[in-house]
């Protein structure tokens, strides 16, 4: 274990399953899917500014993202759609910093986060993954993005735009984005557990 300067500091987190996280060097047998689940589902996308009885939860836009890929790519397996479900699980540990934040704190941020992400990608089994469905998970993210901002965040299309592009749907895909709606912090949860449970090695 990674030791701090200061004796006194504390760099794990306990999770409700009774886990203890190593936030320096997260071992994988610490990571449970219910303690994701539970973060994920409390953490707000876009800082909360959204619109609804509910915040749009990173739970919830993690099951857009797999949406998307799925409805993309019908040729990946559920090794690439598990880790579109999981590709912001870290998040249940440190929130979800906007991307302006991420870029004023450096590549530090992100070297952790991608620490975290891999110990979670071990933990479930995902197999490395190809450029090809990296990219597409990238672009299915980008794409939520799109439809929550201007849905949900109070962007303009043509603000929306200029960040996020101007995705080119099929049209079931498109309709089903475009009114996206904000799920209770137990619904979110729920769905996230129950895609995990569809997906996940047997």
């Known amino acids: 274990m990674t030791q701090s300067k200061n004796p006194s500091a504390r760099a794990w987190q306990r999770m409700l399953s009774g886990r203890r996280l190593d936030l320096l060097s997260p071992d994988p047998k610490d ?79 992100k070297a952790f986060e991608l620490k975290l992400l891999h110990a979670i990608y071990c933990r479930f089994h995902i197999r490395e993954l190809s450029v090809v469905a990296s990219a597409a998970i990238k672009e299915a993210d980008t794409i939520a993005a799109y439809y929550e901002a201007t849905g949900l965040a109070g962007f303009t299309s043509s603000e929306a735009e200029r960040f996020f592009g101007n995705p080119h749907l099929p049209r079931e895909l498109h309709s089903v984005l475009a009114v996206l709606q904000p799920a209770s912090v137990h619904d979110a949860q729920e769905l996230f557990i129950a895609r995990f449970a569809e997906l996940s090695p047997r």
């Open 31 to 109: 990571i449970e899917i219910e303690d994701i689940a539970h973060g994920l589902a409390r953490v707000a996308r876009w800082n909360g500014q959204t619109k609804g009885e509910h915040a749009f939860s990173v739970a919830q836009h993690c099951l857009v993202v797999t949406d998307i890929v799925a409805a993309l790519h019908p040729e990946f397996s559920a090794n690439e759609l598990l880790a579109a479900l999981l590709h912001d699980a870290p998040e249940y540990v440190i929130g979800d910093l906007i991307s302006p934040f991420k870029t004023a704190i450096g590549l530090d941020y």
